[in-house]
């Protein structure tokens, strides 16, 4: 379901971004509607549609998608002042059915979010 995605021929190749990191599990490319001056969307390979998609198989890629996540922001200066987001399910503000991590940093953040 979440192949059809514009992430999931992001991750295919089959669309433009902007990419910034990629490895054999996972891409990261900056978000096209930057919320803050670092903006990055972290997604693995694999088509899993929202965080409550993900199972037991996937515990390694999740840790992975994270630890990803701290290596960019680092790659971006951010240091230690960065927040991860991932929304999960239209109610909470997700819009691409492909799993992804925000990356976002670059200003004061406030908490809690909106
Ligand atoms: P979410 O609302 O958590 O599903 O986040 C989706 C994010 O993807 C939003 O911040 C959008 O600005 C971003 N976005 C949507 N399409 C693209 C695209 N083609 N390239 C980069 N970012 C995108």
């Not at 979440?2 to 089959?14: H, L, N, Q, V």
């Not at 990803?68 to 109610?91: P, S």
């Amino acid at each position: 379901m979440s192949e059809d995605t514009i992430f999931g021929k992001i991750a295919r190749g089959e669309a433009p971004a902007n990419i910034v990191y990629e490895d054999d599990l996972c891409l990261a490319f900056r978000d096209m509607y930057p919320a803050a001056p670092t903006h990055i969307l972290v997604i693995p390979r694999k088509p899993i549609p929202r965080l409550c998609d993900a199972t037991a198989e996937d515990q390694a890629l999740l840790g992975h998608l994270m630890l990803t996540a701290n290596k960019i922001a680092e790659q971006e200066g951010l240091g230690d002042k960065f927040r991860l987001v991932i929304n999960n399910g239209e109610g909470a503000g997700q819009s691409v059915f492909h799993l992804h991590l925000h990356i976002i940093g670059g200003r004061p953040l406030k908490w809690p979010p909106g």
